[in-house]
């Protein structure tokens, strides 16, 4: 079964600086996509940023980028030029290639200070 | 596009009576996934249909949760008898893929409160 796993439940940081999200997964198998997703108060889950994992290359949107370290099963997520919009909670999911079954962490709250 | 619509957006119910929530997914999605999330934690897939068929419910309590998704669009989850455990949000989403590859557009939600 696929795990994963957030290990910073709550991190703050200030307006214009960078901060980094931790995740880590556990699976077997080798077909298999990693999201991260911000949902603010609203409960909207919203796409930050989508990685395949055949792919090298690390995904980057914008301000956000992700290190994907495959052999540690290692996904976190950097953003950099942190805005007050950016305070949300973020979720690291998993999502199998092999049945499409989509599987978040525990969620990391990030507060962005002006 | 219309993005995954949920209906409605509170609920409050006393224990032991019975709810129900509605989603309607993105056009042309044939995979469609309930998740409750307790305040706090992260969401948990409790049903995931690929058209109108069950793909996994495995962690779906079936003595008192269910749900259906007729003709593979709209799609019912229902709660009987709930239990105070139950407040959560239930949220709904929605992909074109049943392999991930696509991503997944998810709905508002619903706050369910059990008093």
């Known amino acids: 079964a696929q795990t994963v796993t957030q290990s910073q439940p709550e991190m703050s940081v200030q307006e214009a600086e960078t901060v980094t999200l931790s995740c880590t997964y556990d699976t077997s198998e080798n077909n298999y996509y990693l999201f991260w997703y911000k949902q603010p108060p609203s409960r909207q889950m919203i796409l930050v940023i989508r990685q395949e994992a055949y792919k090298q290359q690390n995904a980057t949107e914008n301000r956000f980028s992700v290190n994907f370290q495959k052999a540690a099963k290692s996904f976190s997520l950097k953003i950099s030029d942190s805005q007050l919009g950016d305070t949300a909670m973020y979720f690291c999911a998993f999502g199998s290639g092999n049945t499409g079954k989509l599987i978040f962490g525990q969620g990391t709250t990030l507060q962005v200070k002006p | 596009e219309a993005g995954v619509a949920q209906s409605p957006r509170y609920k409050i119910i006393e224990k032991r009576q019975s709810v129900a929530f509605w989603c309607n997914p993105i056009?042309?999605?044939?995979?469609l996934y309930w998740y409750q999330q307790i305040l706090g934690q992260g969401p948990k897939l409790l049903i995931q249909f690929q058209n109108n068929g069950v793909v996994d419910d495995s962690q779906l309590p079936k003595d008192r949760f269910s749900a259906e998704r007729l003709k593979g669009v709209d799609s019912t989850l229902k709660i009987q008898p709930a239990k105070l455990e139950d407040s959560a949000v239930y949220l709904c989403?929605?992909?074109?893929?049943?392999?991930?590859?696509?991503?997944?557009?998810f709905g508002s939600g619903t706050r369910l409160t059990v008093v």
């Open positions: 989403a929605s992909s074109s893929s049943d392999r991930g590859n696509y991503g997944y557009t």
């Open positions: 056009s042309g999605h044939a995979t």
